[in-house]
């Protein structure tokens, strides 16, 4: 009863109501995501990063010796050279192709103010997605497509869908390798049939591939190789967040061949924030110079964690169903219909804070309620079993 009070409570303070708050005048639309930043619950299998970088590791990497240095003046108009150097290290392309964004959201809001303009001007993006992803281009006034993928088919890209969506009118395209929520990568071979396609139908437009979780593998498990220099139509966006463990250093970049978008971008960017924080960007580079140490303890975590998760599903399966990610600290997972009629999940959900649980509901990627983004790297592993028992305890209580 307590846990149900100080969750109340923390709703009450943070000034959330539900996902659609009915007098909204924002422009940019209103989402429960949102949630995840002012609660933090004992068993948070809401979050999508991985365990939290702090400062002290930070400062034990190598390259900060001198930090007490550093002078906080303005940084550059594109980010740090030695931040492009090693970010542009990580996707084989030119440090020259690379500007900084404060986050990878940020990045795309740049993008699709910049290529799209008034007067008709469409974006196609595929969803599920991370609510800012669709959220920014509404923001910026772009008129979305939505391709919406099934959980069915896994969550895989479907091209007849997307070239049934692309017109002359399309000036952005935007995807997520692995997805966001379900963690699923897109092959090289259906990046190249996309770019036919567009070339066909959507010759203007820009291919946006968000690869913010691409270095979160599992194990020994090989990373893809970037698409930033595949063809010149394609822009990535990526940040330190999610694979590396630092949202708080809010530092994200896009990779962009064209020279002339590239300025228009860092214009766009100086009348947005100016610049990039010199001491997020030399944190930063710092962590991106020594991604492979960092890299390697998360990624046995993320590996122990999938496999625990797996036999969890395994035992669950008159109950839930899933969607096993290539890639990430997140998938999602279904409430089966033959376990679950509709009050049944309008309860589970009711029954989370009580079990101290969060989950992401699928409401806020476009999704259904019956499906859930559930992170697995982000709670220490001591705590990944109990949050799954309790997640089990909150099904039970939901159809009992």
Not at 83 to 107: D, F, K, M, S
Not at 136 to 152: D, H, N, P, T, W
Request: aromatic share 6%.
């Amino acid at each position: 009863m307590q846990a149900i009070q100080r969750n109340f409570d923390e709703r009450q303070q943070s000034g959330l109501s539900g996902s659609n708050p009915p007098e909204w005048r924002g422009r940019f639309p209103h989402n429960e995501i949102i949630s995840l930043l002012n609660v933090n619950r004992p068993f948070n299998l809401a979050e999508s990063t991985s365990q939290d970088l702090t400062v002290g590791e930070l400062l034990d990497l190598a390259g900060l010796e001198h930090i007490r240095n550093l002078k906080l003046g303005y940084g550059t108009s594109a980010g740090s050279v030695a931040l492009r150097e090693a970010i542009a290290e990580g996707c084989n392309v030119p440090a020259g192709h690379i500007i900084t964004t404060q986050g990878t959201a940020l990045g795309l809001f740049l993008l699709a103010f910049e290529v799209c303009r008034s007067g008709g001007d469409e974006a196609v993006l595929a969803t599920p997605c991370f609510p800012p992803s669709r959220d920014c281009l509404v923001g910026a006034g772009v008129s979305v497509r939505e391709i919406k993928l099934s959980f069915e088919n896994g969550y895989r890209l479907d091209l007849d869908q997307i070239d049934a969506g692309l017109s002359p009118k399309t000036k952005l395209v935007s995807i997520a390798s692995p997805q966001n929520p379900g963690g699923i990568q897109t092959s090289r071979a259906d990046i190249e049939k996309l770019l036919v396609l567009m070339e066909r139908r959507s010759p203007d437009a820009i291919l946006f591939i968000d690869e913010t979780y691409r270095e979160a593998t599992y194990g020994d498990s090989a990373v893809v190789e970037s698409f930033a220099g595949l063809d010149s139509r394609i822009v990535t966006g990526a940040s330190v967040s999610k694979a590396l463990g630092a949202p708080g250093l809010r530092t994200g970049w896009l990779t962009v061949a064209d020279a002339d978008l590239r300025e228009r971008l860092a214009v766009a960017k100086l009348n947005t924030v100016i610049s990039g924080s010199v001491l997020d960007e030399t944190l930063a580079t710092a962590l991106l110079r020594n991604r492979e140490s960092v890299l390697a303890s998360r990624r046995r975590l993320l590996a122990g964690a999938l496999q625990e998760l797996a036999l969890w599903c395994d035992s669950e399966h008159r109950r839930i169903e899933w969607v096993r990610p290539d890639a990430g600290a997140l998938c999602c997972l279904r409430l089966r219909s033959d376990a679950f009629d509709e009050t049944a999940v309008a309860r589970f959900w009711d029954l989370l804070p009580g079990h101290d649980l969060q989950l992401a509901s699928g409401t806020w990627f476009g999704e259904s309620s019956r499906v859930f983004r559930l992170g697995f790297g982000y709670l220490p592993p001591e705590r990944f079993g109990p949050a799954l028992s309790a997640l089990s305890m909150a099904m039970d209580a939901a159809t009992a």
